[in-house]
């Protein structure tokens, strides 16, 4: 095995066994153990366990910043962005579990810039960007962009660090239900949200249809109501009619006891 193979072989069995049991719980002598190296194998390529996990967590910090930022490309939508963005992360955790877990471990001093906070501080700050545009496009006041980027970046964490355990539904489920939170909020939540901007189209088609369908049916439930009411009124007006006849008979009655 060559010395750039046994770096990754050790970087793999690292990443695997802080995934598990955290830096201050692995020793040095378990990653040689796993490797089939001696202890001076591992001192000589990284200087240590804290050597070799700050550079597994610079490598998952890494990754997992530019499968973000990659995510949101100018090209996209707004909305498209904050899917791919989601998706972007849910699809790390689920591909590569063990590096995720390093990340949402607290910092060490010895992982360097990797760390999960500061992750998501530099995920944040390129969503900030994106959101000063589109506050300065529609007339919003951009200086609220840093906390919204906030906003958005800690809803995504967050749920992503449920998800690693749960694993349900499917990462396309979550990153669309947590769009739909982000994009329409609680009082317009889609019943069925999808990345799939047809399948939105189509459901929001069939809303629209629905909510018709509901009008016209209520509108027709209304006349019918009303039809009722009138003819209520109007059979309560014969029946006082009847009643103000006789009563005059009654009176003509009393007035003319010969009759």
């Known amino acids: 095995m060559t010395g750039k193979e046994r770096r990754e072989q050790l970087l793999d069995i690292g990443r695997s066994l802080f995934a598990e049991r955290g830096l201050d719980g692995t020793s040095v002598e378990e990653i040689a153990s796993a490797a089939g190296v001696s202890k001076p194998v591992v001192y000589e390529h990284f200087g240590g366990k804290e050597g070799l996990y700050a550079v597994v967590v610079d490598r998952e910090f890494e990754s997992l910043l530019r499968l973000i930022t990659d995510s949101m490309t100018p090209a996209i939508h707004y909305r498209g962005k904050l899917e791919k963005a989601a998706l972007a992360l849910l699809e790390y955790i689920e591909e590569h579990p063990d590096g995720f877990r390093?990340?949402?471990?607290?910092?060490?001093?010895?992982?360097?810039?990797?760390?999960?906070?500061s992750l998501l501080s530099e995920i944040a700050g390129e969503v900030e960007y994106v959101l000063a545009q589109e506050f300065d496009r529609h007339g919003y006041d951009d200086k609220f962009a840093p906390m919204y980027a906030q906003m958005l970046v800690g809803m995504v964490a967050m749920t992503g660090q449920w998800w690693l355990d749960v694993r349900k539904p499917r990462r396309e489920e979550v990153a669309a239900h947590v769009v739909n939170l982000a994009w329409n909020g609680l009082s317009s939540l889609e019943p069925k949200p999808s990345l799939d901007p047809r399948r939105r189209r189509k459901e929001q088609e069939r809303r629209e249809r629905?909510?018709?369908?509901?009008?016209?049916?209520?509108?027709?439930?209304?006349?019918?109501?009303?039809?009722a009411e009138e003819k209520a009124a109007a059979k309560a007006e014969e029946r006082a009619e009847r009643e103000r006849r006789r009563a005059r008979r009654d009176l003509d009655g009393i007035a003319d006891p010969s009759t």
């Open 102 to 117: 390093i990340l949402v471990r607290d910092s060490h001093g010895g992982t360097g810039t990797g760390s999960y906070a």
């Open 210 to 227: 629905a909510a018709e369908k509901a009008a016209a049916k209520a509108e027709k439930a209304g006349e019918k109501a009303a039809k």
